[in-house]
């Protein structure tokens, strides 16, 4: 059966009391067997919630929304794999076009921060997407291929079993501009295509590849109804419990 992966992307919101707030929320619904939900919240409430999680009995993933390139050191104001890791965090979100775009990370940053993600047994979710401007110059296959081989090159298949992608298309994020389907599912089709080239068809069956952008319920459905879409990475409508719970309820 085709993977079903919900991501919550929080960014900067929520203290620990509403980040808490909110998993008691989730812990009053039934949630589904049959998908799988993540939460991302700020690095201050990971181990809040994983507390909780654990003593609510609740399956979901708590993770990360970035980590650092270098396992330790004199990187003031940054953060470790392995401090990630001790703080509960099973999951880390990696490349993500705010980091690309606002905080200047490169490719070749963003694949050592996927080597301190696997040394610490966490599952890197890789984010890639173009720009309205490179969608329009017709690169958007081009620039999905730079960012998978720029962060995945340089490891073996064996070395990414856990590995997930996450398509967010730059114009689509937080604009409320959401993808349709079909340029979704063509998206997915290329990255899929990149993998297969460079790790085998077998592999990349097994690779979960999500949408982020502007999703909303309504939009649910239809997303997952294609091939290649394994679920989705969602922001804003992951900040309150109903609306969130009504994306997993597709
Ligand atoms: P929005 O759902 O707010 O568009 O954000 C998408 C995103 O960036 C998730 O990582």
Redesign the pocket.
């Known amino acids: 059966m085709k993977r079903a992966i919900i ?1 919550a ?1 929080w ?1 900067m919101h929520k203290t620990q009391l509403e980040a808490k707030a909110f998993l008691e929320e989730m812990a009053k619904m039934d949630l589904p067997s049959t998908k799988e939900v993540w939460i ?1 919240p700020s690095y201050t409430s990971i181990s809040v919630l994983e507390e909780m999680r654990k003593n609510l009995n609740l399956s979901i993933l708590i993770g990360a ?1 970035n980590v650092n390139e270098h396992n330790l050191g004199a990187f003031t104001g940054e953060i470790s794999a392995a401090q990630l890791s001790d703080a509960g965090a099973k999951f880390v ?1 990696i490349g ?3 980091r690309r775009h606002i905080y200047l990370e490169s490719d070749a940053m963003i694949e050592k921060k996927i080597a301190q993600a696997l040394n610490e047994s966490m599952i890197p979710l890789l ?1 890639v997407g173009e720009t309205e401007d490179q969608r329009a110059q017709g690169v958007t296959k081009k620039i999905l291929s730079f960012q998978i081989r720029g962060a995945l090159g340089s490891f073996s298949k064996e070395d990414l079993q856990s590995l997930v992608v ?1 398509y ?1 298309p730059v114009w ?5 501009k ?1 993808a349709t389907p079909e340029i979704a599912e063509e998206a997915h089709q290329m990255i899929k295509k990149d993998l297969a080239n460079m790790f085998g068809e077998e592999f990349t069956e097994t690779v979960p590849v999500l949408y ?5 319920a309504e939009s649910m459905q239809n997303l997952m109804k294609q091939r290649n879409i394994n679920g989705v ?6 900040l309150a419990p109903d609306t969130f719970q009504k994306i997993i309820n597709y």
Do not use: F, R
Not at 172 to 176: E, L, S, V
């Open positions: 991501v992307n960014k991302a929304q979100i993500h076009s705010e984010c996450a967010e689509a994020i937080g604009t409320g959401i982020g952008g502007s999703v909303k990475l969602v922001g804003g409508a992951s």
